[in-house]
């Protein structure tokens, strides 16, 4: 009997173990529920945050050419390209800049080094690049082959423009064959991402604009201003405004 008992028990319990049907379906519809829900989220959502991550990783990308640009340009020599020479090596335009500035490199040894940073064209568009050499003296053009070590600062979308300002606060396109260096330099980025101008601009100044004469008194030639033609025209702005 108390066999019997147990064996009637164990198969009521067996009867009403698991899912009915009805259970089953209710629990297929709710994981359908759910997945939609987490599709919808996905689809409406992840795209927002791929774009903010995106433009996120941008503006540290340019904070970081920017950052190296003008460190650079803030350590420019007064150096002459021989003795014969008053003038400083340094050539501006809007495209480029080339200046001598002491060795930053830890695997080299220490000196001057003649930097060129300009923008140039390869498959991908237009790339914003900074190569140097050794400073040796020298007479008449630069060598552009002599230039190694290329780094790359910026890619299109971006594009970099140079303007050089004197002590008056001028700014001027070009600074070519000018007795002195520049008191600033203005760099703007230009930013066409999703199709939109947007302009990013940055102002340093020039550590040592003029040679240890100009200081000490012993020389009057140490005020001259570039020339200023079509393609040097003085903008609006000035050096009250050093970084936009």
Same mark, same amino acid.
């Given at each position: 009997?108390?066999?019997?008992?147990?064996?009637?028990?164990? !198969?009521?319990? +067996?009867?009403?173990?698991?899912?009915?049907?009805?259970?089953?379906?209710?629990?297929?519809?709710?994981?359908?529920?759910?997945?939609?829900?987490?599709?919808?989220?996905?689809?409406?959502?992840?795209? #927002?945050?791929?774009?903010?991550?995106?433009?996120?990783? %941008?503006?540290?990308?340019?904070?970081?050419?920017?950052?190296?640009?003008? +460190?650079?340009?803030? +350590?420019?020599?007064?150096?002459? /390209?021989?003795?014969?020479?008053?003038?400083?090596?340094?050539?501006?335009?809007?495209?480029?800049?080339?200046?001598?500035?002491?060795?930053?490199?830890?695997?080299?040894?220490?000196?001057?080094?003649?930097?060129?940073?300009?923008?140039?064209?390869?498959?991908?568009?237009?790339?914003?690049?900074? #190569?140097?050499?050794?400073?040796?003296?020298?007479?008449?053009?630069?060598?552009?082959?002599?230039?190694?070590?290329?780094?790359?600062?910026? %890619?299109?979308?971006?594009?970099?423009?140079?303007?050089?300002?004197?002590?008056?606060?001028?700014?001027?396109?070009?600074? !070519?064959?000018?007795?002195?260096?520049?008191?600033?330099? %203005?760099?703007?980025?230009?930013?066409?991402?999703? =199709?939109?101008?947007?302009?990013?601009?940055?102002?340093?100044?020039?550590?040592?604009?003029?040679?240890?004469?100009?200081?000490?008194?012993? #020389?009057?030639?140490?005020? =001259?201003?570039?020339?200023?033609?079509?393609?040097?025209?003085? /903008?609006?702005? #000035?050096?009250?405004?050093? %970084?936009?």
């Amino acid at each position: 009997m108390i066999a019997r008992d147990h064996l009637s028990q164990a !198969l009521h319990r +067996a009867s009403i173990a698991g899912f009915t049907l009805f259970e089953a379906l209710a629990a297929i519809v709710l994981m359908g529920i759910v997945v939609f829900c987490l599709s919808t989220i996905a689809t409406h959502w992840l795209p #927002s945050w791929d774009r903010g991550l995106a433009r996120a990783q %941008r503006a540290e990308l340019i904070g970081i050419a920017l950052d190296r640009l003008t +460190a650079d340009l803030a +350590a420019s020599q007064f150096i002459s /390209a021989n003795g014969g020479s008053k003038k400083p090596l340094f050539n501006g335009t809007e495209g480029s800049v080339t200046f001598v500035r002491t060795v930053t490199s830890p695997n080299a040894k220490s000196g001057l080094e003649i930097v060129k940073i300009e923008t140039i064209k390869d498959p991908t568009g237009l790339v914003l690049i900074r #190569s140097s050499r050794p400073f040796v003296l020298f007479e008449g053009a630069i060598d552009p082959s002599g230039f190694g070590n290329p780094v790359v600062l910026l %890619r299109s979308p971006y594009r970099a423009e140079f303007a050089y300002a004197g002590p008056g606060g001028v700014w001027k396109a070009n600074w !070519l064959n000018v007795g002195h260096l520049p008191a600033a330099i %203005r760099l703007t980025v230009q930013d066409h991402t999703l =199709g939109e101008a947007r302009v990013i601009s940055t102002t340093t100044l020039i550590h040592v604009d003029a040679p240890a004469l100009c200081i000490s008194g012993k #020389s009057t030639d140490c005020t =001259g201003e570039p020339d200023t033609s079509p393609d040097t025209a003085p /903008a609006a702005d #000035s050096l009250e405004s050093r %970084r936009t």
